[in-house]
């Protein structure tokens, strides 16, 4: 087996091969050829002027691999980059590592202090066509206008940087911007609406864990390609009630928080609403299928009653008496699908199901009872709403009835 070349003589082949290559190619032509090249092949293939022109005309695009800033040596191999092979496409920032950190920005959250080791974030700059630009737990603290200025930007995720500061007001300086996650960073401020300028282009919004940001979701209705929205646990307000036919015209996926009628975890205030809204929902959901999918349907996105509801009342806790039914909850059966009142997970109980589809040809009444046992419909038989708090009284004394008399037989 021949042996490997050793770095003397593989530096050697390489001034030998851009000698020859140096009177054959151009700048311009080489630099076609780098751009199939990994940025760590291209660095040390500079070793000509042709090759270093050729360099830093490259335009190097992303890849699976991209460039990463992840501790000091890799920092520094990227400040190279950044005069060396400043057309990079793609640039990920993390964590520099104990002791080292990014310069303070302005109106600094945190001050360092001696005892960091500092780095220039500034070097980014000029990378003028970073078209995905990706920071995590990046130690920054304070402004960085800095950092908002690739107007060929297509792909910005900057999350859990917990010591930046910024607004959704200067993601104006990104007018080609497609996917946008800036999810939990506790001093992102700003109204939603200030990303209109993003409305022409924006296919992926991600702002969840930000308790900064404010508005109402609403306000990114008329956004014609944005297909996911994420905004759970933030103050954003509104009411899917409000989404009408036109609205969201893209959309397959979106957390929204409980503060906004419908989102996350929404707790509802009286039980008479709820068929109206569910029916809505449901109205919704033939648009757009994914509001429905599967992953939604034992949970029915954690919505249960309010305990400030005058609908709301407190039971005894015992292990043998079902739970009152204040959580909500889908069913399918096929393709038909429904909702109901249901117990929480651990002492799991169903009301009737309310369907929503209409009873598809050829469906057998079995099916429909197979459907009731699997969602433990027996306790609450005949009740489609939590009953009252007599009425769920009655019942637990008539089961505790039954259950004396088993005992005693």
């Known amino acids: ?88 496409e793609q640039l990920e920032i993390s964590n520099l590592g104990s002791g080292h950190v990014y310069s303070e920005g302005e109106d600094p959250e945190w001050e360092w202090g001696t005892n960091h080791i500092t780095h220039d974030i500034d070097i980014i700059s000029r990378f003028r066509k970073l078209r995905i630009l990706d920071f995590f737990k990046a130690p920054l603290t304070g402004r960085y206008p800095v950092l908002f200025n690739f107007p060929l930007l297509q792909e ?21 911007l497609e996917v946008l996650d800036l999810s939990s960073n506790q001093h992102l401020t700003g109204n939603i609406s200030s990303l209109s300028p993003l409305k022409s282009t924006l296919k992926s919004l991600d702002i969840c864990r930000c308790l900064s940001v404010r508005g109402n979701f609403m306000e990114l209705a008329d956004f014609p390609h944005l297909k996911n ?52 929902v449901y ?36 292990s043998e008496i079902p739970k009152p039914p204040f ?29 929503l589809d209409p009873e598809p040809y050829g469906f057998h009444t079995d099916e429909l009872h197979g459907i009731e046992e699997l969602v433990f419909v027996g306790f609450y038989r005949g009740f489609f709403q939590p009953p009252t708090e007599m009425e769920y009284l009655r019942l637990c004394e008539d089961l505790k009835e039954l259950i004396r008399q088993y005992e005693c037989s």
């Open 283 to 318: 109205l919704l959901s033939q648009r757009t299928p994914a509001l429905l999918e599967t992953h939604f349907l034992s949970t029915a996105l954690g919505w249960t009653l309010s305990e400030g509801s005058p609908d709301w009342y407190d039971w005894e806790d015992e």
């Open 156 to 176: 910005l995720s900057i999350s859990y940087c917990q010591n930046l500061k910024f607004d959704l007001d200067m993601l104006r300086g990104f007018p080609l």
């Open 327 to 355: 959580y909500l909850q889908f069913v399918r059966a096929g393709s038909r699908r429904g909702w109901s009142w249901c117990t929480s997970r651990d002492n799991y109980y169903s009301c009737e199901i309310h369907w």
């Open 1 to 88: 087996m021949q042996s490997t070349a050793s770095a003397p003589e593989s530096s050697n082949n390489m001034h030998r091969a851009s000698d020859e290559t140096d009177e054959e190619l151009s700048s311009d032509e080489v630099a076609i050829i780098f751009s199939f090249l990994q940025p760590n092949d291209i660095m040390p293939a500079r070793v000509c002027t042709t090759w270093r022109d050729a360099a830093k005309k490259t335009v190097v695009p992303p890849s699976d691999e991209p460039v990463e800033i992840h501790d000091p040596r890799s920092y520094n191999a990227v400040r190279v980059m950044s005069t060396a092979l400043p057309n990079l």
């Open 229 to 280: 929205l994420y905004l759970y646990n933030t103050p954003v307000t509104g009411d899917i009630r409000d989404i009408k036919a036109n609205d969201f015209p893209a959309l397959e996926n979106f957390y929204l928080p409980n503060t906004v009628h419908g989102g996350m975890n929404y707790e509802f205030r009286h039980v008479s609403e709820v068929p109206s809204f569910m029916h809505t």
